[in-house]
């Protein structure tokens, strides 16, 4: 960003969000980036072949016949699903998980272990009832941890980021609340997840709204009722049935969020006793015992990101974009903007 701004450029936000978050995962899993950042591209073109295939995500996903019988027919998702003989795309991704399962594994053989554990060695380590994971299920944990982690975290990114650059008032009042930080050593460089959660309330109110308005997950996917059924506020549904809820209707709901719940105000927030209460009815990370694992990574990720790039460039919006759903999974697009760093 520092390049464009420099340039005076026109810089897609909305992607160059992404390419960062798929930065962070890969060094989650792996312990080094992929090139998202330094290259300023989509690496293998990652994001745009998990795009383009998230109406097939999506139906499949909520189609469980056609999931748990039509998929399974032989020779089938050969032909549907990615494939690892490819050198890009999804495909890419399975063949690359699957070549530093076999590296490790051997380097692990050799006595050789990384000098910091990552998603790949708590894999290499994890245990089911007693046995280690097989190579397929290694894999497979490693794909879905990229696919789920990386776009859906540039798309809270940037949809914040355009929350407070196009609401009237809201990115001076995040300004003003750094600078404030900053007169009072409040804040490190760059800024700590805590120091935001702490030091600059308005920021993280605008993040939780921004997960309120734009959850990266608008329609989860289902869950299969247990055999003896159940009873929700009064209805009964019987076991083995699916069902979900749809995380962008039940956080705008008119009564929880009257006056305005269509509306983005962080102040909502900030209102002594209601931070707990609207917590509470968050849904966009799912709830209970199967909520995302990767939640709290990528409410820091955005805590820590945010108010760094505030603090560093002046803002322009050229265009504003526009955010998208495609089989129930949300991203950006054409958010595009003028960066000029700041003195």
Request: include cysteine.
């Amino acid at each position: 960003m520092t390049e464009q701004a420099k340039g005076n450029a026109s810089v897609v936000i909305c992607d160059k969000l992404a390419q960062f978050a798929a930065d962070i995962m890969t060094i989650f899993t792996f312990n080094e980036p992929w090139g998202f950042v330094e290259n300023g591209r989509d690496e293998k073109g990652l994001l745009a072949s998990f795009r383009r295939d998230l109406d097939f995500i999506g139906w499949s996903q909520r189609f469980t016949f056609f999931r748990d019988y039509i998929m399974k027919i032989p020779g089938l998702a050969g032909i549907l699903m990615p494939q690892p003989e490819t050198h890009s795309g999804m495909g890419f991704l399975i063949k690359e998980a699957g070549i530093q399962v076999t590296k490790r594994e051997k380097d692990l053989s050799q006595g050789l272990y990384p000098e910091k554990p990552d998603f790949l060695q708590h894999c290499l380590e994890a245990r089911m009832d007693g046995h280690p994971l097989s190579h397929q299920q290694k894999q497979t944990h490693i794909t879905l941890l990229i696919q789920a982690g990386a776009d859906s975290t540039g798309t809270l990114l940037s949809s914040t980021l355009r929350f407070l650059t196009v609401t009237p008032g809201a990115l001076d009042k995040a300004i003003k609340e750094i600078s404030a930080a900053e007169t009072s050593n409040l804040l490190s460089t760059p800024v700590k997840y805590e120091e935001t959660r702490e030091h600059l309330p308005f920021i993280a109110a605008s993040i939780k709204e921004t997960i309120r308005l734009n959850p990266p997950f608008p329609n989860w996917f289902a869950r299969i009722v247990q055999p003896e059924g159940k009873i929700i506020d009064g209805i009964f549904i019987p076991g083995g049935v699916d069902i979900t809820s749809n995380a962008y209707s039940v956080q705008r709901d008119r009564d929880f969020y009257a006056p305005d719940p269509d509306d983005f105000r962080p102040e909502r927030w900030l209102v002594e006793g209601k931070e707990a209460e609207y917590d509470a009815a968050t849904y966009a990370f799912g709830m209970g015992p199967r909520v995302c694992l990767g939640k709290d990574f990528a409410i820091m990720e955005t805590f820590k990101l945010i108010p760094e790039i505030i603090r560093r460039f002046d803002i322009e919006v050229l265009n504003p974009g526009k955010w998208v759903v495609v089989g129930g999974i949300s991203y950006n697009q054409d958010f595009v903007v003028k960066l000029r760093a700041r003195d």
